[in-house]
Structures are given as structure tokens and as C-alpha cells.
């Protein structure tokens, strides 16, 4: 069974920046494909970006196309989400994914979850 845990969310002023991290324990993320994922109060849990086991094929949000760049290094077993020219829009509570059965873009598909980090964009 597959664990991820998600760093690296915190505050940060419109314009900011942050990365996530999303590290695999446990076993490794193997051929899945990665997800990143957001939830913010009141609302569904909406897709960010997803980056399959190559890095070859990646598709983002058009909220976040420009703006965020997925990455993994797999000999690490980690996946990132580089968060540029962030707005409180972006506020929510980040979660990673793997292992999706189906679309790629919707959360139900994922096979396992992490826990999830708090990204907050005010000033």
C-alpha cells in the first residue's frame, strides 16, 4: 500500500510562490500516473494538474495553465506542483493522488490519497 504526504503548503502574498512536494513511502508510485488536487471551503475538490510515470504527458486546470508546472523525479518517488503568480483564488487545501482508473481529471478515479497541505494566498 502506497502512503504520499504532501509539504510545503503555507501563507504567501498574492504574486507569491510556493512548491509542493508530494513524496511516496511504503512502495513506490511505480507506473501511476500523479495528480494534484485542491478542495477550498464550501466547494468540490477540483483538478489541478496530473503528470503521468514518464513526464511525457501533462495536462493542467485552465485556472492554473501558465501559472503552476508539475514535475516528478521518480528515483525519489516525489511529485511537485511549482505555484507561481498565486491568487487567493488558488486558497485551498491541496492533496496529491495516484494510480487512477479511468480520467485522469477526476479525483474518484485515484486509487490513493495523501492527506493533503494547506495553501493559503492573502495579504
Known amino acids: 500500500q502506497v502512503q504520499l504526504v504532501e509539504s510545503g503548503g503555507g501563507l504567501v502574498q498574492p504574486g507569491g510562490s510556493l512548491t509542493l512536494s508530494c513524496t511516496a513511502s511504503?512502495?513506490?508510485?511505480?507506473?501511476?500516473?500523479v495528480g494534484w488536487f485542491r478542495q477550498a471551503p464550501g466547494k468540490e475538490r477540483e483538478f489541478v494538474s496530473v503528470?503521468?510515470?514518464?513526464?511525457?504527458?501533462?495536462f493542467y486546470a485552465d485556472s492554473v495553465q501558465g501559472r503552476f508546472t508539475i514535475s516528478r523525479d521518480n528515483g525519489m518517488n516525489t511529485v511537485y506542483l511549482q505555484m507561481n503568480s498565486l491568487k487567493p483564488e488558488d486558497t485551498a487545501v491541496y492533496y496529491c493522488?495516484?494510480?487512477?482508473?479511468?480520467?485522469?481529471?477526476?479525483?474518484?478515479?485515484?486509487?490513493?490519497w495523501g492527506q493533503g497541505t494547506q495553501v493559503t494566498v492573502s495579504s
Open positions: 493522488a495516484g494510480d487512477p482508473d479511468g480520467s485522469w481529471k477526476n479525483w474518484s478515479d485515484y486509487g490513493y
Open positions: 503528470i503521468s510515470w514518464s513526464g511525457t504527458t501533462i
Open positions: 511504503g512502495r513506490t508510485f511505480n507506473s501511476d500516473p
